[in-house]
């Protein structure tokens, strides 16, 4: 596996949530022998015993349940350590969610069926954003206790935290409510994590403008996950495939970001080639 990355010309590469444990001995070997570099770990990683599909929001840091929170602590704090043995840099975290029914995939069937403009589209619209900060102030809560866990555990071991935005409307931090965060924590070791793919459906779906997200939030970025999205919400195809307009994006990409190709696994590797040469024809070194 990281071999076949390291022969398309990556010198690093990110550990998935979907990573088994039993690959673990493997990429440390690897690792260790400098056939690649570990730039990131996306939490869970690796997946916890008996876990063998990506599983990134397995335990949430948001859950009304102890049991769970704990669950969620135990296995950030491997997925941490896991980072140090790797000299990786720094590990993506999902935050968790508002406990609520999903409007998102209703949304999204809603605006893949030409029905964004209609009545009942502007009426689910404001019915989320309404039940969502009803309820949110006891998972916001938590998240921000097992925040603040980490980030002590992190620090000590040198790795950094991204907080990732998310796709699902459910999810937190609300795009509004990303720069309350870091002025909350104003910890170096806590910044933010940016998915052009989560930005872009939520801009398809009406909620965001995605440049003007990003430029808010680049005083904040460590990184970001990089893929194009195919109206609506078909994320995880190669630059240059989807609707993303990356040269608007480009003022705000700096070169020490950390920059994470994450394409679906059936994408053949002529089109990761062609979406990186994409990319650099827009970006240049950054």
Same mark, same amino acid.
């Given at each position: 596996?990281?071999?076949?990355? $390291? ?45 063998? =599909?990506? *599983? ?28 140090? $043995?790797?000299? *990786?840099?720094?590990?993506?975290? %999902? ?10 995939? $209703? ?24 039940? $969502? ?76 403008? =995605? ?15 990089? %893929?194009?999205?195919?109206?609506? *919400? ?53």
């Amino acid at each position: 596996m990281l071999r076949e990355i $390291r022969d398309l010309g990556f010198e690093y590469a990110e550990l998935s949530h979907g990573i088994r444990i039993s690959l673990l001995p493997g990429i440390i070997e690897a690792v260790d022998a400098g056939e690649i570099k570990i730039s990131t770990l996306h939490n869970f990683c690796p997946l916890p015993i008996g876990v063998t =599909h990506a *599983a990134p929001n397995l335990f949430k840091f948001t859950s009304l349940d102890t049991r769970e929170r704990e669950n969620a602590y135990r296995h950030s704090l491997k997925t941490i350590e896991t980072a140090a $043995r790797l000299k *990786a840099a720094l590990v993506v975290l %999902h935050m968790g969610a508002v406990e609520m029914k999903d409007y998102t995939d $209703r949304l999204i069937e809603m605006a893949a069926a030409g029905q964004r403009e209609s009545t009942k589209y502007q009426k689910l619209s404001t019915e989320v954003m309404e039940k $969502r900060n009803q309820k949110k102030e006891k998972h916001q809560q938590h998240a921000f206790e097992m925040l603040e866990r980490l980030a002590d555990q992190a620090e000590m071991r040198g790795i950094k935290l991204g907080i990732e935005n998310r796709e699902a409307l459910e999810e937190i931090p609300f795009e509004d409510e990303f720069p309350f965060w870091f002025k909350q924590f104003n910890n170096p070791f806590i910044g933010y994590w940016h998915d052009t793919g989560h930005a872009q459906i939520k801009e398809n779906l009406g909620f965001i403008n =995605h440049v003007i997200h990003l430029e808010t939030m680049s005083q904040w970025m460590f990184g970001m996950h990089i %893929h194009d999205v195919e109206f609506p *919400a078909r994320d995880h195809c190669p630059p240059g495939k989807g609707t993303i307009d990356f040269a608007s994006l480009k003022p705000f990409v700096q070169p020490h970001h950390i920059k994470v190709l994450e394409l679906a696994p059936g994408v053949p590797v002529e089109q990761v080639q062609a979406g990186l040469q994409h990319l650099q024809s827009l970006w240049g070194g950054e």
